[in-house]
Each structure stands twice: as structure tokens, then as C-alpha cells.
């Protein structure tokens, strides 16, 4: 089947940086999407990874190796607002696109 | 710029009954896309509407459709209700092509809880 593993919990403390592992099994390939999805709001846009290498915006970066099928986000100087879930995305068939299941990211001060 | 907005923001239903959630997408985008996001999980996609057709579909059953009107905003219909359905409804817009090639905006979405 086609699908996309995170780790499910992550902590880190104020300052320090973390990263967000996600493998992914699809047939075909079409990118790998980052989102951020604090509990009760919307899942919101963070990066977009369609070539192998990094991507960097601001505090948060993506990387993808298509010939691992493994990208990760790297967030640096980690705040408490990052406290959130992190889903690593990818479109399978045509538009149809699946979700990992998230990782939550605690950030303790 | 509203972005994308979903009506009702929660809804609760008797199992058995049909339930419609809207969603307007953001200003100048033409696609839209439902997910169903139970908690502690990622969306799952329900299917895609782009210039008024549905043109791709997960693995839901047929008591989930929807519609894409001429200014591209969009209904979502569950008729029977199952216990199952209960979960956050998550709309997506976006331009053209699939969501991960162009950035996605999702509204807040409409929390059903079936009864």
C-alpha cells in the first residue's frame, strides 16, 4: 500500500532544534509537503520538497532524498508556539493526496 | 483575503440522518478538497473537485459526495450517519493542479459529532 511514517511523539526544549523524520512507499512520486497543525486549528503550509536537497525557510527547513523515499523537517531555535503536529504529505495517483498519521512536537521551556 | 471558510464550524447528528458542510475556497483559487481527520490522525482524503467535476477520489464509500458550484465553492453530503463518521471535516483549496504541487489552504474546518 501507499503511506507515509512519522515518529508519533517528539520532545524538545526551548532553543534547541529538533527533526521530523518521515518515510515514505508510493507508487510514483510527486514531492513531499510539510504541514503544522495546532490542536483545534487548521493544518497550515510549511514547505515543499519536489528535488532531492534542502529547503530552508526561516527557522524551518525540509529535506528529501528520493532514492531513500526519506525527507525530514529540521526546525531550529524551537519556541513554544511550535508546540503542535507536524504531517509530512505527498500526492499518490493522480490528485489524490495522502497524509502521515503526524508527529507531535512538545516543546518544554 | 478571507481565505477558505467552512460552515458550520460544529454539528451534531442522530445516526441515520444526511449532514451538508460548505466550504469557500480561497480567493482566486479553483480547486477544492475534502479530508475527514479523526483525532490524533492525519487527513484522510475524501475526494477532489476541480471545474465543478470530481476528478479524484479515496477510499470512501458512496454515502460521501459533494458538489463544486460555478464560483468554485463547494458542499460536502454524508447521508446515513454513522457513529464512524463522527471526526473533523477539513476543506483544501488550491490552484489547478494536486494539492502538494501548489501550496494548500484548509480552512478551520466542522467538527461532526454523529450520535
Known amino acids: 500500500g501507499q503511506s507515509l511514517e512519522q515518529p508519533s511523539e517528539v520532545t524538545a526544549v526551548e532553543g534547541a532544534i529538533v527533526q521530523i523524520n518521515c518515510t515514505y512507499q508510493?507508487?510514483?512520486?510527486?514531492?513531499l509537503s510539510w504541514y503544522q497543525q495546532h490542536d483545534g486549528g487548521a493544518p497550515t503550509f510549511l514547505s515543499y520538497?519536489?528535488?532531492?536537497g534542502l529547503e530552508e525557510t526561516g527557522r524551518f527547513s525540509s529535506f528529501l532524498s528520493r532514492s531513500d523515499s526519506y525527507g525530514y523537517l529540521l526546525l531550529q531555535e524551537l519556541q513554544m508556539k511550535d508546540s503542535a503536529s507536524y504531517f509530512c504529505a505527498t500526492e499518490v495517483g493522480g490528485f489524490k493526496t495522502i497524509f502521515g498519521a503526524g508527529t507531535r512536537l512538545f516543546v518544554k521551556a | 483575503d478571507a481565505g477558505v471558510t467552512q460552515s458550520p464550524t460544529h454539528l451534531i447528528k442522530t445516526r441515520g440522518q444526511q449532514v451538508t458542510l460548505r466550504c469557500s475556497p480561497k480567493?482566486?483559487?479553483?480547486?477544492v478538497s475534502w479530508y475527514q481527520q479523526a483525532l490524533g490522525q492525519g487527513p484522510q482524503f475524501i475526494f477532489q473537485?476541480?471545474?465543478?467535476?470530481?476528478?479524484q477520489r479515496g477510499n470512501f464509500p458512496d454515502r460521501f459526495s459533494g458538489h463544486q458550484f460555478p464560483n468554485y465553492s463547494s458542499e460536502l453530503n454524508v447521508n446515513a450517519l454513522l457513529l464512524g463518521d463522527s471526526a473533523l471535516y477539513l476543506c483544501a483549496s488550491s490552484l489547478g493542479l494536486g494539492q502538494t504541487r501548489t501550496e494548500a489552504f484548509f480552512g478551520q474546518g466542522t467538527r461532526l459529532t454523529v450520535v
Open positions: 508510493t507508487s510514483g512520486f510527486y514531492g
Open positions: 473537485y476541480y471545474e465543478e467535476e470530481e476528478r
Open positions: 480567493s482566486g483559487h479553483d480547486t
Open positions: 520538497n519536489a528535488l532531492d
